[in-house]
């Protein structure tokens, strides 16, 4: 083949891609901008404080009902890490007495992926505990938004982190040289 016609195919060939590549992206990108985020937080404030309240009801079905079949929920605790099915045998005591746990948010940041149907989130909650922080990630199934993954953590305010170091170091190293050995 002349070296003229080799690079007219070289041309011809990446303007046929590009003909197919480029509508393909404008198309992503449009369908991303019409996604209304706003819109979609307000959806995501108010699955998160129903959540809560399921909890603070013990309503165990509702509460269960929030979450996707493979969420995964961190406690406080460091050996806190269960997927649903051991989630919800750890917590159903909690619920069969009648009160789990009471959850309010006080701030609420929430942050989305391009396509509109993953968010994360990160909340300071008041609770028996004092002030605690809840963050997670939600993904849309059809039109509801589900918990994939939450983590509580319990907040400590700097001037005392020394004295709660101390006071945790002799249970938690312990666990340290447990937890290494796996």
């Known amino acids: 083949m002349k070296p003229g016609i080799k690079i007219f195919t070289l041309i011809l060939c990446n303007f046929v891609l590009l003909a197919f590549a480029l509508p393909s992206c404008k198309e992503k990108e449009e369908a991303a901008a019409s996604i209304d985020t706003k819109a979609e937080e307000k959806v995501i404030i108010a699955t998160l404080d129903s959540f809560n309240r399921a909890a603070a009801r ?5 509460y269960f009902g929030f979450y996707t079949e493979d969420a995964v929920f961190a406690g406080t605790d460091a050996t806190e890490r269960w997927d649903l099915p051991a989630f919800k045998v750890w917590s159903k005591p909690y619920f069969d007495r009648g ?4 959850f309010t948010a006080i701030e609420r940041h929430i ?6 149907t993953l968010a994360w989130f990160d909340e300071l909650l008041n609770t028996q505990m004092k002030i605690c922080r809840g963050s997670g990630v939600m993904v849309k199934k059809g039109n509801d938004w589900k918990v994939a993954q939450y983590i509580l953590s319990a907040t400590v305010p700097n001037p005392i982190l020394d004295s709660v170091i101390t006071l945790k170091a002799s249970t938690e190293d312990s666990l340290i040289n447990v937890l290494q050995k796996k």
């Open 58 to 62: 013990a309503d165990f079905e509702r």
């Open 99 to 102: 009160r789990a746990w009471d």
């Open 111 to 116: 942050y989305f992926d391009k396509t509109g």
